[in-house]
């Protein structure tokens, strides 16, 4: 079976530029979440959606970020516009959902903002 | 003070060697605990659950100690594939977020 799947894998772009990062979760999974992973801050929870549904988007670090899920096989990240300190590992993870359930993550996004 | 606390390292081993570590969490209703691993420049992958009797997973084996708060991970005889950084995670029962440490670099020598 197919992982979860993300793309581009690696993005490098000018700051101020429109930056979209992309999921396609597991087949069947109702649950997902974007992280972002630097150094200094290790693996950070951006925003958590259920069925479609964005459930908690607390970790946005600003209205730059936004992101939408539109249907269950589909997710982005958008960030508009990008900025050096944006510079990061973004992944997407999903899982089935319920109490005790492993989130799977998909390669990541290596962004680079110069 | 942060939800999940782990010693960076890295520790550095020779094969074959046991190598062992922990993790502590501040949140004393957590209710799930696993190690994730993560290689160089890839995605986290979990490694195991943690439960509450300890459980074995070949050459892993994970501890949790509920009164005091911590997780450990312990491996025996190690590879060189082994290399890699493990995380400890932590998740409330009635919460979807998993609060991830920031991981104990493992480096296994020939």
């Known amino acids: 079976d197919a992982g979860v799947i993300q793309s581009p894998r690696h993005e490098v772009t000018e700051m101020g530029q429109e930056v979209t990062l992309r999921c396609k979760p597991i087949s069947g999974h109702n649950s997902l979440f974007w992280y972002r992973q630097t150094m200094m801050r290790g693996l950070e929870l951006l925003i958590y959606f259920n069925n479609n549904v964005p459930i908690d988007d607390s970790g946005m670090p600003e209205d730059r970020f936004s992101a939408k899920m539109p249907n269950a096989s589909f997710s982005t990240l958008k960030i508009q516009p990008s900025e050096p300190r944006d510079s990061a590992v973004y992944f997407c993870?999903?899982?089935?959902?319920?109490?005790?359930?492993?989130?799977?993550f998909g390669p990541g996004t290596r962004l680079t903002v110069l | 003070r942060k939800e999940v606390e782990q010693d960076p390292g890295p520790f550095n081993v020779p094969e074959g060697a046991t190598v062992a570590f922990n993790c502590t969490y501040s949140?004393?209703?957590?209710?799930?605990f696993f190690w994730y691993r993560q290689d160089c420049r890839k995605e986290p992958k979990l490694l195991m659950s943690v439960y509450s009797s300890g459980n074995e997973d070949g050459r892993f084996t994970a501890q949790l100690n509920r009164a005091s708060q911590y997780i450990s991970l312990l491996i025996r005889d190690s590879k060189l594939s082994d290399s890699a950084t493990y995380l400890c995670v932590v998740k409330s029962s009635n919460d979807y977020k998993l609060s991830f440490g920031a991981g104990t670099t493992v480096t296994v020598r020939a």
């Open positions: 949140n004393s209703a957590s209710q799930s």
């Open positions: 993870a999903s899982s089935l959902g319920g109490a005790v359930d492993t989130q799977y």
